[in-house]
């Protein structure tokens, strides 16, 4: 495991080759996330195979199963999990399904200043294209990052609310490239594999390093309040990806 806490355990697993990994969610919700995929190998969720590629995976909610096989090399799993949240975090959300993603089925969101690009594989406030929510749960955010070279987040909090008062839990994990991160007036600099964890209410803020940088962010439950506490002269809003060349782009509702 790479870290616990009471909203959110996260651990790196390896599959090899010939063997499987079968996860039952039981009475919580799951992400789990392909770091990099094998060279035969395949996901099955709700009785449907799909080909096991990297970015791809599986949200489980209460009651779902999924089985990741590798019929040749290796495959490494990001797996989250985390428990039920109270009725309030979720605010009239159904909290299910589950459903099987992967970075053609994901939108891509860019940030106002351009330095940065997302994709979320748990979030309720993106929609998709036929207006529906990606996810009908609060109970985890997770999706991946990638920072241009310079690129960096605005220096900010995550707090609790009236249905969170704790906080969120809330995790990096970095893949490729070279990070800094700051917190107060300390600074570290992060490479592929380092998993940062922030107790809710710490200020931080994340750049890369020479280069790109491509990880992986965290939040549970999702229900918090962020605190911008540096000048961003572009705001912090960020815009869906055209779906055809040259199109208009359309603004992330985070609300």
């Keep these: 495991g790479l ?4 909203t959110l355990d996260v651990i790196r697993r390896t599959i090899l080759a010939g063997k499987q990994l079968d996860v039952d969610a039981a009475d919580g919700y799951h992400v789990l996330y392909i770091i990099e ?9 709700n009785g449907e195979a799909h080909s096991a590629d990297e970015g791809a995976g599986v949200l489980l909610v209460p009651g779902e199963s999924v089985s990741f096989a590798v019929s040749s090399g290796s495959m490494d799993v990001l797996h989250m999990a985390v428990p039920k949240p109270p009725a309030a975090v979720d605010a009239g959300l159904d909290g299910g399904p589950g459903y099987f ?3 053609e089925t994901l939108r891509v969101l ?5 330095g940065r690009v997302r994709r979320f594989c748990a979030e309720s406030t993106v929609r998709l294209l036929d207006g529906s929510r990606l996810t009908q749960t609060n109970a985890i955010q997770a999706g991946e990052m990638h920072y241009h070279d310079g690129g960096a987040s605005p220096y900010h909090s995550h707090v609790g609310t009236d249905a969170n008062p704790d906080g969120p839990a809330h995790v990096y994990m970095t893949f490729k490239g070279r990070g800094r991160v700051n917190v ?3 600074s570290q600099e992060i490479e592929p594999g380092t998993l940062v964890f922030f107790p809710s209410g710490v200020p931080h803020q994340l750049c890369a390093v020479d ?9 549970a ?8 506490l540096s000048e961003e002269p572009l705001g912090l ?4 990806d055209p779906e055809t060349p040259g199109g208009e782009r359309q603004e992330w509702d985070q609300s």
């Design 211 to 219: 280069g790109p940088l491509d990880y992986f962010e965290i939040q």
């Design 221 to 228: 439950w999702r229900s918090f309040k962020t605190n911008v």
């Design 37 to 45: 995929a094998p060279a035969q190998g395949t996901v099955t969720f």
């Design 101 to 103: 993603f992967n970075r």
């Design 110 to 114: 860019s940030d106002a200043s351009g």
């Design 184 to 186: 107060g007036d300390d």
């Design 3 to 6: 870290c616990g806490s009471n």
């Design 237 to 240: 809003k960020w815009y869906y």
